[in-house]
DNA sequence: GGGGGAAGGACCA
DNA sequence: TTCCTGGTCCTTCCCCC
């Protein structure tokens, strides 16, 4: 209890002192200073703010993790204690008999890189505290800073008051980089697969440096020094490490204790050179000293049997200073014993929990391990396990395939629909273009929202197939929007940051193309039937339903697909047809229709989209409560026992019910995916189940594509005029058409689709497109495909 | 009841 | 007036066997 009291808050009302919010002085020039005073300031200007009140939030769910830890530690009995301890001693002797003490591992860290940058580039700010980055939020911070307790990660307007003097420098990514890129050139020559681990940062392992170091002559090992008289150095190599460089002004720059400040030779022409030898120390000296030589900057390093303590050591002796941890256990053990478990890669939670068990040094760790056992995760538990031995990775890899790719904003309070749908499209684009430098397509999409009291939530969709288009992303995050708008509805979602993620990468078999617009398609197909047929662009647009483009479909309607089972003949994921296939895969119900035909085909994909149009119609609503489900699949069988259903001519099967539940089971079906229902009224529970449950209406409607060919169906009734919606956006220009009638409208569509169709075909007419590149009017009124479900 | 996948949240660098 | 990105782990929920 004692130990909680210290650890949490001191009271739960928010009053007192937050220790999350608290100064982390785990950092290079910032020992020795008034914590408490600091630590006022920064309450002081954070208090009653939205961003401290949700950090109260977090911290008082830390303090309950606590709490419920110390509960169960308040159980643990002694026989339990004793097992975990034999069974702490067994992995400990195992881990020992693997204990790799042969590499020789480097951690080099450009000291206050950004910060160090400007300052070279502008030697004014030389003697003045300054930061990089702006009011908001600071990225790095000079050593003068550091004495008022400015730091990275800590917004620009708390570190002005801790600092009235502070100057804020914007930061500027690209001169950063450049300069990351001469330092990398030299890590280069010690080790070719270094791993960098950010712009300043990286790991090297130079024990085959080393090997080869020890036969070289000591021409080698010589750099000279040469200055002129107007300040500039030029460096020279002497063997096989070639450099020629002009600097503007002579190092160091920014710290004292340089490598090359060490007492230099005169060489035969009077120059001064500096000899390195051949041991581990000197090589990084000399890496150190080349790197200072070729950008004016100061690294620290560090130098230990694996990346672990070569992280911890090149903090040691910060700045412009390196620490070499000696290869043997003893060493190893000594080092580690009085380290505050922040410093090995334990964050500010665990840190918090750990210490309420009275644990903050690396040695009560190795002490308490049985404990730790018994309260924490197997990984976890493992994970201090290693700490405490002082164990880390010993070979330096470059990471290996990557997990997940996103993009996000943070921005100024965004409250209007019209924004939030049109940034999450930017979102998309971005990421779509960052997607395709990598050539990564991804099943899942996540979307990430922070609401303005810093409240974050993700929101994920899995589909069958991977995605990587703008269209295809945006088709996925705008559904997960308009749900979370939904959600607050009638009160607006009011966000400050939003995000979008793909991940769940499709291995090599599922990055092929995916199938193509019914325009693309077309097309393939005109040089496909090239041989055999001719037909003219005026075949290939009988109607607008026809030829609506895959993009004006949602999401929905494109992860109606098993990538398995039927991937070659009815999914997105499916391939275009091969030349000299006889059959085109229809895009609405997506079965294989076994015709090269374009008429026939046509024919089949307009009895389709009318299907689905039809039986929307029976739909007195907007489709607020609607939910359309295809299932692509042979061998449906409904399952429930209360509603009446209806069916479609082209496979739609209408549902009723007033029921809460309606269970589809289904003798091997593909996964169901359904327009989700923004109100929350039909869900989606795996592959072969559909949940329908209604609280705010008891006649919920489900749409679902029925396995079985055309029916008869009823006639469906024609919707009220006065439940359309205001005036419409045609899908195919963007733009919002001054009518509501249908059929005016699909005039409109038709025109713009038969003009899509003919620029797609390779300009085969010519077509004024002018009138047709207006910037996407989002929103302005309902979407295609919602015309079709409504109308 | 256990295995396993998906989703969501949290932590960490 | 409190960042961005990406990886990992943990928990919960649910389906399936």
């Known amino acids: 209890i004692e130990n909680i009291k210290k650890w949490g808050t001191s009271s739960s009302s928010g009053e007192g002192f937050l220790s999350r919010m608290a100064l982390n002085d785990n950092k290079a020039g910032m020992e020795g200073l008034n914590r408490d005073k600091i630590n006022k300031i920064i309450m002081e200007s954070s208090k009653g703010s939205r961003f401290y009140e949700n950090e109260l939030k977090k911290e008082q769910q830390v303090n309950q993790r606590i709490e419920r830890m110390m509960l169960q530690k308040a159980h643990i009995t002694e026989q339990q204690l004793s097992k975990a301890q034999a069974q702490v001693e067994k992995m400990t002797s195992d881990l020992e008999r693997g204990r790799d003490l042969s590499r020789v591992i480097v951690h080099v860290d450009m000291d206050a890189f950004y910060a160090a940058v400007e300052t070279r580039d502008c030697p004014d700010l030389m003697d003045k505290p ?21 730091r990275a990660a800590m917004p620009g307007f708390i570190a002005k008051k801790l600092c009235p003097n502070l100057v804020i420098v914007p930061i500027n990514f690209d001169k950063y980089r450049a300069v990351s890129a001469e330092v990398r050139e030299v890590f280069a020559d010690y080790d070719p697969h270094f791993l960098p681990m950010s712009l300043d940062e990286a790991y090297l392992d130079i024990s085959d440096h080393l090997e080869q170091r020890r036969g070289w002559p000591e021409a080698l090992r010589t750099h000279r020094l040469h200055t002129n008289n107007t300040g500039t150095a030029r460096v020279e190599d002497h063997g096989g490490l070639q450099e020629t460089v002009e600097l503007e002004g002579l190092s160091p720059v920014l710290f004292e204790n340089s490598p090359s400040s060490s007492p230099c030779l005169q060489d035969a022409a009077g120059g001064e050179v500096e000899v390195f030898g051949t041991c581990a120390e000197e090589a990084v000296r000399e890496m150190r000293f080349r790197i200072e030589q070729k950008t004016s900057l100061t690294a620290s390093a560090g130098i230990a049997p694996n990346m672990m303590l070569a992280k911890v050591c090149s903090d040691k002796n910060k700045p412009n200073g390196q620490y070499r941890l000696p290869s043997n256990r003893q060493a190893v053990i000594d080092f580690i014993q ?16 750990l210490g309420a068990l009275g644990i903050t040094s690396c040695s009560h760790l190795g002490q308490e391990m049985a404990l730790l056992a018994l309260l924490f995760s197997e990984t976890s538990w493992h994970h201090f396990l290693h700490i405490s031995m002082g164990l880390g990775s010993t070979h330096i890899e470059r990471d290996g395939e990557r997990k997940s790719m996103s993009t996000e904003r943070t921005f100024g309070e965004m409250g209007a629909l019209e924004e939030q749908f049109s940034l999450c499209r930017e979102l998309c684009q971005d990421l779509a273009q960052d997607l395709q430098k990598e050539a990564l397509k991804g ?8 609401n303005v009291n810093f409240e974050v939530k993700t929101r994920a969709w899995t589909l069958p197939c991977a995605v990587a288009t703008t269209e295809e992303l945006f088709a996925v995050a705008k559904d997960l929007l308009k749900t979370e708008i939904d959600n607050v509805s009638p009160q607006p979602l009011r966000l400050r940051l939003m995000g979008v993620r793909v991940s769940n990468f499709a291995s090599a078999d599922d990055k092929k193309p995916l199938q193509k617009s019914i325009v693309g398609f077309l097309h393939k197909k005109q040089t496909d039937s090239s041989r055999t047929q001719t037909h003219t662009p005026k075949n290939t647009n009988t109607s607008a339903e026809t030829d609506i483009s895959m993009s004006a479909l949602t999401a929905s309607d494109k992860m109606t697909h098993e990538p398995s089972a039927h991937a070659s003949t009815s999914s997105c994921c499916s391939t275009e047809p091969e030349s000299g296939t006889d059959s085109l895969t229809c895009p609405v119900c997506f079965r294989e229709v076994n015709t090269t035909e374009l008429t026939v085909f046509n024919r089949h994909v307009d009895q ?8 929307q119609n029976n739909h007195t609503d907007t489709d607020e409560l609607l939910s359309r489900c295809m299932l692509d699949s042979v061998g449906l069988q409904l399952d429930s026992s209360a509603g009446d259903h209806t069916e479609s001519t082209t496979g739609l099967l209408l549902y009723e019910t007033s029921t809460a539940n309606i269970s589809l089971s289904t003798v091997g079906l593909n996964p169901v995916c359904l327009n989700t229902c923004p109100n929350g009224d039909v869900s989606i529970h795996r592959a072969n189940t559909l949940k329908v449950s209604s609280q705010s209406d008891p006649r919920v409607r489900v749409c679902l594509l029925s396995p079985g060919g055309p029916r008869p169906m009823t006639t469906p009734k024609p919707e009220s005029r006065d439940h359309r919606g205001p005036a419409l956006t045609c899908p ?5 058409q001054d009518t509501n009638d249908l059929t005016l409208f699909n005039r409109h569509v038709d025109l713009c689709l038969n003009q899509e169709v003919l620029h797609e075909l390779g ?17 302005k009124g309902p979407c295609f495909r919602d015309v079709l479900f409504t109308e």
């Open 338 to 353: 009085d380290l505050p478990v922040r410093k090995v890669g334990i964050g500010k939670v665990t840190e918090k929990m």
């Open 608 to 615: 389709c989209l009318s299907g689905v149009t039809m039986g």
């Open 130 to 150: 300054m930061a990089v980055g702006s009011m908001s939020m600071l990225s790095t911070s000079n050593y003068h800073a550091r004495k008022f307790g400015v």
């Open 732 to 736: 195919v220009c963007q733009e919002t």
């Open 763 to 779: 300009g085969l007419a010519s077509v004024d497109r002018t009138t047709h590149t207006a910037p996407p009017a989002a929103h």
């Open 443 to 450: 099943k899942t999409v996540t979307l990430k929202l922070k």
